[in-house]
């Protein structure tokens, strides 16, 4: 649906004034959060140009889950980084310039 959109170059805010809902209600149609009922996929589609079928299929489908999987991961992850070797220089420096 947000592509169908973006292509026609309409903005959300002017599809849920089209559609009589409000911004977060269309935000909510358009990421499958719920189901856009059957009497607004026909408006849409004519609006868009594009068959009914096509608005129900969500890019990324809507789950909680997968946001907070995913920044857990990330810092998991950011915490077992390895450090960097050493160059032979930063050795020197930190033994006060004498080489081992």
């Known amino acids: ?27 909510r149609y358009e990421s499958a959060e719920i189901k856009l009922p059957k009497r607004r996929a026909i408006i849409l589609s004519y609006i868009l140009e594009c068959p009914p079928e096509e608005l129900q299929k969500p890019i990324v489908p809507h789950s909680t889950n997968l946001t907070q999987e ?10 077992e980084t390895p450090r960097p070797e050493r ?14």
Do not use: C, F, H, W
């Open 87 to 100: 160059t032979e220089n930063q050795e020197n420096a930190r033994n006060g310039g004498v080489s081992v």
């Open 70 to 79: 995913v920044r857990y991961g990330e810092r998991e992850d950011s915490r």
């Open 1 to 27: 649906m947000k592509l169908e959109r973006a292509r026609k170059g309409l903005t959300a805010i002017t599809l849920s004034k089209l559609l009589d809902v409000s911004p977060s209600t269309y935000s």
